[in-house]
């Protein structure tokens, strides 16, 4: 009866071992991913944007997803609002100046050789690491 009891559970014992293996969690990295949309629009810096003209897919609750070279979603969510960063860092004395709208969003992400964002379905977007303000994926659109 042990015999016959071994030969039914031991497979099926193994095969959930290995599984669980395969399947084990990738360790992931926190980090954000950081996009600049260069809309040139003149605004007061620091206030809440979106994409302009071409970039209008770049807005508060946009769709995205970090996916890596070959195509596998990594992470993905929804775009925070933008916010606008001037676009020179001299004073120009006004409260209107050139802008561009920067996105923001943290992520957790596995370690890969590169990264691409996509936004609602936009062509994708090759993001370069940047630790300058804490670690971070960046893109400025248009390259």
């Known amino acids: 009866m042990r015999r016959l009891l071994a030969a039914l559970v031991l497979p099926s014992l193994l095969t959930g071992a290995l599984t669980a293996c395969g399947d084990a969690e990738e360790a992931r990295t926190a980090m954000t991913v950081r996009v600049l949309v ?14 302009t003209g071409p970039y209008t ?5 946009a769709p995205f997803q970090v996916v890596d070279a070959a195509g596998r979603t990594l992470a993905e969510g929804a775009l925070a609002p933008g916010r606008s960063v001037a676009t020179f860092a001299e004073d120009l ?13 943290p992520v957790d992400l596995a370690v890969r050789d590169a990264y691409r964002l996509v936004v609602d379905g936009h062509p994708p977007v090759d993001l370069t690491p940047n630790d300058s303000e804490g670690p971070a994926l960046v893109a400025v659109v248009p390259s």
């Open 57 to 61: 897919h770049f807005h508060n609750r």
């Open 38 to 51: 260069r809309d040139i629009n003149i605004r007061p810096a620091g206030v809440e944007c979106a994409g």
């Open 93 to 105: 004395e006004v409260t209107r100046v050139p802008t561009y709208c920067e996105f923001a969003v």
